[in-house]
């Protein structure tokens, strides 16, 4: 809901302290929108705002895809990285080893985690999600 170029994560954890189990979401971070689920490299697109509704899903080993509004951003068919176990996903930052760092002064308005979320799963949400924000007098 806030627009911002702020250096910041809105949600997302790392295990240990190492980027081989990143799962984050940094929308409009520095003029980019960084994601990972799960990797250990980020895809990326331009983005100076950094709004809108944002969706990071891995769908399969070879398939990590980042979703603005509905439509896709970027992807990639080749993440590396694997699931992490016992680490603490946390919204207006990030979980490093299970230490809040990254916090965000942002205004959120909604948030949501699921695995494996198809392209039309996006489209549904982003939909449901408008139609909410609609009747709640605002729009993401």
Do not use: C
């Given at each position: 809901r806030t627009a911002t170029n702020e250096a910041s994560v809105c949600i997302g954890a790392q295990s240990s302290g190492s980027s081989s189990a990143n799962s984050t979401i940094y929308p409009g971070y520095s003029g980019t929108t960084y994601a990972?689920?799960?990797?250990?490299?980020?895809?990326?697109?331009?983005?100076?705002?950094?709004?809108?509704?944002?969706?990071?899903?891995?769908?399969?080993?070879?398939?990590?895809?980042?979703?603005?509004?509905?439509?896709?951003?970027?992807?990639?068919?080749?993440?590396?990285?694997?699931?992490?176990?016992?680490?603490?996903?946390?919204?207006?930052?990030?979980s490093n080893a299970s230490a809040a760092t990254g916090w965000t002064t942002r205004a959120l308005a909604f948030y949501s985690i699921g695995v494996g979320i198809t392209a039309q799963n996006i489209t549904d949400l982003y939909n449901a999600v408008q139609a909410l924000q609609t009747s709640l007098g605002r729009q993401v």
């Open positions: 990972g689920a799960w990797t250990a490299e980020q895809i990326s697109a331009v983005d100076s705002n950094g709004t809108g509704l944002y969706v990071v899903t891995r769908r399969a080993s070879n398939d990590l895809a980042l979703y603005k509004n509905g439509s896709s951003i970027a992807s990639t068919g080749s993440p590396t990285g694997t699931l992490a176990t016992g680490t603490t996903i946390r919204v207006h930052a990030y």
